[in-house]
C-alpha cells in the first residue's frame, strides 16, 4: 500500500476547502490590509495544495508545474501589494482598509 | 502514513486560525509560517519533494520575511487594530461556513472515486520536474523572467514616488 492508496483524495479536498473557508474568513473579518494580504495568500496555498494532491492521484506533473508559477507569480503580487502598502501607510499614517475608501475609484 | 496526514492537517488547520483570530500581526505572521511549513509537509507525503522545497524556501522564507520586515518597518504592533462590528464578523463566519459546507457537499455528492492508473509511482523530483520545465513549459519560464523584472521595476518605481515630487 503506497501513501496515496491510504488516504482517500476526499480528505485532500476537504483539508483545502476548510483552510480556503478560513482565509476567506480572514479576508472578511480583518481590517488590516497587511492581514487580509496573508489571508490572500492562505487561500492560494489551499489550491495549491489540491492541484498537488491532485497532480499526485492522477501521475500527472502539468499540475506541480502549474503550482511552480502559481508560487512564482505570488512573490511578484506581494512584493508590489506590499510596497503599495507601505507608500499608503506613508501617506495617510494608516493600514486600515476602511481608512482607504477614498482608493476605490 | 494516515497519522502523520491527521497531525499535519490538523498543525495546517490549527495555525491558519491562529492567523485569523490573533490581534498580534506578529504572531499571525509566525503561524502563516508554520501553516506553510506544514503544507510543505504534505507537498512531501505527496512526493512533490521539489514543490516542498521551493515552498519552504519562497514562501515561507522570502514572502514571510518580507510580511515581517514592512510589519516591523511600519511599526504596527502599538497601535491596536480597530476592529468591525460584531454583528458584521457574526455575518462573515456565517457566510465562511455556508461556503464550506457547500464546497464539501460538492465533494461528497459528485466527487467519482480516483481511479489508479497501473503506472509505477512517481515522484515529482528535480530530476522529473527540470525537463519538463525547460522543454515544455520553456516559453512560460522565461516570461517569469520578465514578469520579476516588471515588478522589480514597479516595486522601485511606486517605493522612489514620494522623492522624486521633493526634488522637484
Known sequence: MTYLETIPSEWYLILSAIVFCIGLCGVLIRRNAMSVLMCIEMMLNAVMLLLVAFSGYYRDFSAQIAVFFIMIVAAAEVAVGLVIFSMMFKKTSSIDLDDWGHLKG | ?168
Not at chain 2, 9 to 34: D, E, K, P, Q
Not at chain 2, 38 to 50: E, M, P, Q, R, T
Open chain 2, 1 to 168: 502514513m494516515v497519522t502523520l496526514f491527521l497531525v499535519l492537517s490538523l498543525l495546517t488547520v490549527l495555525s491558519a486560525l491562529c492567523v485569523v483570530f490573533t490581534r498580534n500581526l506578529i504572531y499571525s505572521v509566525l503561524s502563516l509560517i508554520v501553516c506553510f511549513f506544514a503544507i510543505a509537509g504534505h507537498y512531501v507525503l505527496l512526493k512533490a519533494s521539489f514543490l516542498a522545497v521551493i515552498q519552504v524556501i519562497v514562501y515561507a522564507g522570502a514572502i514571510m520575511v518580507l510580511f515581517l520586515f514592512m510589519l516591523m518597518l511600519m511599526n504596527l504592533n502599538k497601535k491596536a487594530e480597530a476592529s468591525k462590528p460584531f454583528s458584521l464578523k457574526v455575518v462573515a463566519v456565517g457566510v465562511c461556513l455556508l461556503v464550506l459546507v457547500a464546497l464539501v457537499s460538492i465533494v461528497f455528492l459528485s466527487a467519482p472515486r480516483v481511479c489508479f492508473a497501473p503506472l509505477a509511482p512517481v515522484s515529482g523530483s528535480v530530476s522529473a520536474l527540470g525537463p519538463l520545465l525547460f522543454n515544455e513549459y520553456a516559453i512560460p519560464f522565461e516570461l517569469t523572467s520578465i514578469l520579476f523584472l516588471s515588478a522589480v521595476a514597479g516595486v522601485v518605481m511606486i517605493g522612489s514616488y514620494g522623492k522624486k515630487a521633493k526634488k522637484q
